[in-house]
């Protein structure tokens, strides 16, 4: 019933800039926290940055002062604008809306199918 699709990933040089998009669509009644998560092979997914219907943001230090979260509430969409990226942010980006609450009543956690994104040195 809920969806979650993301665009914008890819290939770029380091220090050049990508965006990520992701759009959830279904029968949304409310979403309060949406998010950005990345995985390399071998390693657990790990949170990127977070943001909640309020506005609040939360980054890990690893992309902070880089990377800037984004919403549109009444789109229930999310953006990352990633710049002066590093080889080291090589890997599948993944959307997440978490206390995602249907029109059924359904509260829970949604992941997108990830992206790649690739930083070459």
């Known amino acids: 019933q809920v969806q979650l699709v993301e665009s914008g990933g890819g290939l770029v040089q380091a220090g050049g800039s990508l965006r990520l998009s992701c759009a959830a669509s279904?029968?949304?009644?409310?979403?309060?926290?949406m998010g950005w998560y990345r995985q390399v092979p071998g390693k657990q997914r790990e949170l990127v940055a977070t943001?909640?219907?309020?506005?609040?943001?939360d980054y890990s230090d690893s992309v902070e002062g880089r990377f800037t979260i984004s919403r549109d509430n009444a789109k229930n969409t999310v953006s990352l604008q990633m710049n002066s990226l590093k080889p080291e942010d090589t890997a599948v980006y993944y959307c997440?809306?978490?206390?995602?609450?249907?029109?059924?009543?359904?509260?829970?956690?949604?992941w997108g199918q990830g992206t790649q994104v690739t930083v070459s040195s």
């Open positions: 997440n809306a978490k206390n995602l609450l249907t029109w059924s009543g359904r509260l829970g956690e949604y």
């Open positions: 279904g029968s949304i009644f409310r979403l309060n926290t």
């Open positions: 943001i909640i219907s309020g506005g609040t943001t």
